[in-house]
């Protein structure tokens, strides 16, 4: 009976034959995404050198290189972006914890749907910094505020991208779960997950960036260290160089997390057949 009833679910996918791509496209798909960074670079060195902007505000770019080598050297830099990356982390993953668990109930239930929908629409349109004096008067600076407000950040589109892609799980494969009588559980595993993991990363990787956005506003406004404090403290010093390299470092981590966990999503999707 299992053996029929795995034959039976592995035919609802159908696997996406993907054409392997020429090496002057990967090369082509490579440089692509460098060309608008080169441009604005190069733009930046020739108002730099030009003068069109004052120092003060737009430092050349081997400036900020000659900043960025010795915050590096010195340890400002490591020290700094290990706390931010501490306060990302354990806010992302208990924002994403949250967001899946909340998402999930939404998406199967209809009843958790009636009672949870109202109020987390009203919530989701209170932006995190609106959360900070409240936060504040309550934990104080301390590191507690900078994980919830990270953690708010992230669990907003988790939520939505979760919820939304379990609804829009065509109706043929939840039917066909419940003809093969699949345990809840059973049916979760073969057929929810699988059919929601593209909106679900979605999610998850639009959350990634609303976390940085919120870890820099936090550490700004309410913080003695970190990434976000070092470009305050740069501010406050006249060194635009210091904001910048503040800037580029985020930039940097950010997007290598999100190459990660879009490198996650493709070995998810070849080991889980797409359905449709």
């Known amino acids: ?115 949870l929908d109202p109020l987390l629409r009203a919530l989701f349109a209170i932006p995190s910094i609106g959360w900070i004096p409240i936060l504040i008067l309550v934990f104080g600076i301390a590191e507690t505020l900078k ?30 779960a419940r003809v093969l009588r699949l345990r809840p559980w059973t049916r979760f595993i073969r057929v929810i997950a699988p059919a929601s993991l593209g909106p679900v990363f979605s999610g998850v990787r639009l959350g990634l960036g609303h976390a940085f956005i919120a870890l820099i506003v936090v550490e700004m406004l309410a913080a003695t260290e970190g990434i976000g404090y070092m470009m305050v403290w740069g501010r406050k010093q006249f060194q635009t160089d210091i904001v910048i390299v503040g800037m580029i470092v985020v930039g940097l981590a950010g997007f290598a997390l999100d190459r990660a966990l879009l490198a996650i999503e493709q070995i998810l999707n070849r080991k889980v057949p797409p359905h449709g």
């Open 1 to 115: 009976m299992a053996s029929h009833t795995d034959a039976r679910l592995d035919a609802i996918a159908v696997p996406a034959s993907t054409p392997r791509p020429r090496p002057s496209r990967a090369w082509r798909a490579a440089l692509l995404p460098l060309l608008l960074p080169a441009l604005a670079l190069c733009a930046w060195q020739l108002a730099a050198s030009q003068g069109w902007v004052a120092p003060q505000i737009l430092p050349a770019p081997e400036q900020v290189w000659a900043s960025f080598v010795e915050l590096l050297e010195n340890g400002d830099i490591a020290a700094n972006f290990a706390v931010s990356l501490h306060r990302i982390g354990m806010g992302f993953l208990l924002g994403a914890a949250l967001g899946l668990a909340t998402g999930i109930a939404l998406g199967v239930s209809n009843t958790a749907r009636d009672y």
């Open 147 to 176: 994980i919830l407000i990270i953690a708010k950040a992230v669990f907003v589109p988790i939520v939505i991208n979760t919820a939304q892609g379990i609804r829009d799980i065509p109706k043929t494969h939840l039917e066909t």
